[in-house]
């Protein structure tokens, strides 16, 4: 009997599901809803008080939620780098302006420079959550 391919992903080769994925999906959907006033409101001290653990905190929780749905932990251990890599990314990169409030959107690989909203510069402000 020839050997399969050990990572192919079946029922069978799945680890078995501690939680639902179903149930992670909703709890996911609920986190991203929770994080709009982050991304679109303009209350600065909310922002301050809450963006970077908001930020640290959605790699955690997707990188728990593929652990606890069953996915095969070898996917898991390849994901957790690039998770961690977006995490810093997104530390870095999202800045909202001390002028209005605003969420500056990035560009991948660049801090915006200018707030979109006000045109404030952004260069020189420390409202950011890496800050
Ligand atoms: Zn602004």
Do not use: H
Not at 1 to 8: A, D
Not at 62 to 68: D, S, T
Not at 118 to 124: K, T, V
Request: contains cysteine; charged residues 10%; proline residues 8%.
């Amino acid at each position: 009997m020839p050997q399969r391919f050990p990572l192919t992903l079946t029922r069978n080769t799945m680890p078995a599901a501690i939680i639902p994925f179903e149930a992670f999906a909703v709890f996911w959907i609920v986190y991203i809803v929770l994080g709009f006033p982050l991304a679109f409101g303009r209350n600065l001290a909310l922002k301050r008080r809450f963006a970077r653990p908001y930020i640290i905190g959605s790699g955690i929780v997707f990188i728990a939620g593929m652990a606890l749905t069953g996915l095969p932990l070898f996917l898991v251990a390849i994901a957790t780098p690039l998770v961690g890599l977006i995490t810093w990314l997104n530390l870095r990169q999202f800045r909202y302006c001390s002028a209005c409030g605003a969420t500056a959107f990035y560009f991948p690989f660049a801090r915006p420079r200018f707030c979109a909203r006000c045109g404030a510069d952004l260069r020189s402000d420390s409202a950011s959550p890496a800050a």
